[in-house]
């Protein structure tokens, strides 16, 4: 699933480690979702959205496979 | 933006369970051993699992050790588990069916492959059963 988190966390200003820590996450799990390698949960994927004071479809796309 | 964490995902396991856990199972093959005649192997068995609670303990800057550790497992190191838990029941299941074959073709009766085989057919249906009535 293709995402906007790397360029939404870039042009905030923070670091992989930082977003990790307020998600309650890895880095290497943040590292993963920016990398398109892993999917998060719901959960997850609305809280990342929340962070970034998005609408959850602005931060994840389906990409044609849903 | 929020800077406090919005749902904490990270496991709260303490980072002393899993070595605890490693080394007291080197005990307990260590009493094993001690029990069946050979002390000396249960030792180096008690010595592997120190070992291997030493690596976890100290292993604090891996991702992975601190997955397999528990203090630091989220989301996606669970999915990993479970993944590498399937894969290696698949393995264990593999060599049942395969030890079992070998067992029968040469006469024998099957045992232990087949109360073996019996526990991980049962557990499986009836974890599918549970599972699938809870979700």
């Known amino acids: 699933m293709e995402n906007e988190i790397r360029r939404l966390r870039g042009s905030s200003?923070?670091?992989?480690?930082?977003?990790?820590?307020?998600?309650?996450?890895?880095r290497q799990t943040i590292n993963?979702?920016?990398?398109?390698?892993?999917?998060?949960?719901?959960?997850?994927?609305?809280?990342?959205a929340r962070y970034f004071e998005k609408p959850v479809e602005e931060v994840f796309h389906a990409n044609g496979s849903v | 933006m929020p800077t406090v964490p919005c749902s904490p995902r990270k496991s709260g396991m303490s980072r002393w369970?899993?070595?605890a856990f490693t080394a007291s199972l080197g005990l307990v093959l260590l009493g094993a051993f001690w029990i069946g005649g050979h002390p000396a192997t249960g030792l180096?068995?008690?010595?592997?699992m120190v070992g291997m609670a030493v690596v976890l303990l100290v292993g604090g800057r891996s991702d992975t050790i601190r997955g397999l550790r528990g203090d630091g497992r989220d989301e996606r190191f669970a999915m990993i588990d479970l993944r590498a838990s399937a894969l290696a029941g698949f393995a264990v299941i593999m060599a049942v069916i395969v030890g079992f074959l070998v067992e029968v073709a040469e006469g024998r009766t099957g045992s232990p492959y087949d109360w073996l085989g019996a526990i991980a057919g049962v557990v499986y249906l009836g974890a599918i059963w549970v599972l699938r009535s809870r979700s």
């Open chain 1, 13 to 26: 200003g923070i670091s992989q480690a930082h977003l990790a820590q307020a998600m309650g996450v890895s």
């Open chain 1, 32 to 48: 993963s979702i920016e990398t398109e390698r892993y999917t998060p949960s719901l959960p997850l994927a609305l809280a990342l």
């Open chain 2, 17 to 19: 369970y899993q070595p």
């Open chain 2, 44 to 48: 180096g068995g008690l010595g592997l």
